[in-house]
T-cell receptor
C-alpha cells in the first residue's frame, strides 16, 4: 500500500540554486509529516517536520510546504549545497503513531 | 546520550538459518519501530512496539518474522528460515513518549542482512 509517494527517484541541481522535492499522500488521516535525509550506509536523520494544522515550516535553508487539499507536500532547500547530496525520504504519521515512508528521492547538488 | 544502536551491522546467513537483529533505543525512548529497505527501494514499515507490547505489526510478513521489545534489554527482530528475498537493510528507530507535537523518530545505522 503506497500511501506516501515520491514520484521522482532522482533530482540534480546546481550549487546555489533551489532544490524542490515533492511528496504526495493518499491517507487523509495523516496528521504529521516529516522529511528525513539519508547518506549511504547510515540510518536516516530527521530534517524538518510539519503538523497538518500548518501549511509552512521553515528552518534555515529548509522549508516544508503542506497543501492538504491536494494531499501534497514539498521540501525546498535554498541555496543548495554539495553536502545536501543524499536520499530524501518523506514520511507521514497516522493516528496510531505509525509512520509511512515514501520511496525516496536522490538529490545530487553539483558544484 | 548515545544514539540508537543496532547490531550486528552486517549479518550473513545461509538459506534456512535464523537471523536475529538487535536494537537498543536511545535512552529514555519507549517506542521502537522496525523498517526494511530493499535495494533501490524506500523504507517499508514493519512493526511498532512499546515495552512488552506490539502496537502495530501490519507491515510484518505473516510467517517467519517476529519482533519483541522486552521490559529489559534490546528489541529483537527475528527471521526464521531465511530466504534470499530477506536480504535487505533493516533499520530500527526509536522515539520518546509522543507528546507535544514532536514525532521524530531517531534511526540506528541499520543491519545489512545477506542471505546466501
Amino acid at each position: 500500500d503506497q500511501q506516501v509517494k515520491q514520484n521522482s527517484p532522482s533530482l540534480s541541481v546546481q550549487e546555489g540554486r533551489i532544490s524542490i522535492l515533492n511528496c504526495d499522500y493518499t491517507n487523509s488521516m495523516f496528521d504529521y509529516f516529516l522529511w528525513y535525509k539519508k547518506y549511504p550506509a547510515e540510518g536516516p536523520t530527521f530534517l524538518i517536520s510539519i503538523s497538518s494544522i500548518k501549511d509552512k515550516n521553515e528552518d534555515g535553508r529548509f522549508t516544508v510546504f503542506l497543501n492538504k487539499s491536494a494531499k501534497h507536500l514539498s521540501l525546498h532547500i535554498v541555496p543548495s549545497q554539495p553536502g545536501d547530496s543524499a536520499v530524501y525520504f518523506c514520511a507521514a504519521k497516522g493516528g496510531n503513531n505509525d509512520m509511512r515512508f515514501g520511496a525516496g528521492t536522490r538529490l545530487t547538488v553539483k558544484p | 546520550n548515545a544514539g540508537v544502536m543496532q547490531n550486528p551491522r552486517h549479518l550473513v546467513r545461509r538459506r534456512g538459518q535464523e537471523a536475529r537483529l538487535r536494537c537498543s533505543p536511545m535512552k529514555g525512548h519507549s517506542h521502537v519501530y522496525w523498517y526494511r529497505q530493499l535495494p533501490e527501494e524506500g523504507l517499508k514499515f514493519m512493526v511498532y512496539l512499546q515495552k512488552e507490547n506490539i502496537i502495530d505489526e501490519s507491515g510484518m510478513p505473516k510467517e517467519r518474522f517476529s519482533a519483541e521489545f522486552p521490559k529489559e534489554g534490546p528489541s529483537i527482530l527475528r527471521i526464521q528460515q531465511v530466504v534470499r528475498g530477506d536480504s535487505a537493510a533493516y533499520f530500527c528507530a526509536s522515539s520518546p513518549l509522543l507528546t507535544g507535537g514532536h514525532y521524530e523518530q531517531y534511526f540506528g545505522p541499520g543491519t545489512r542482512l545477506t542471505v546466501t
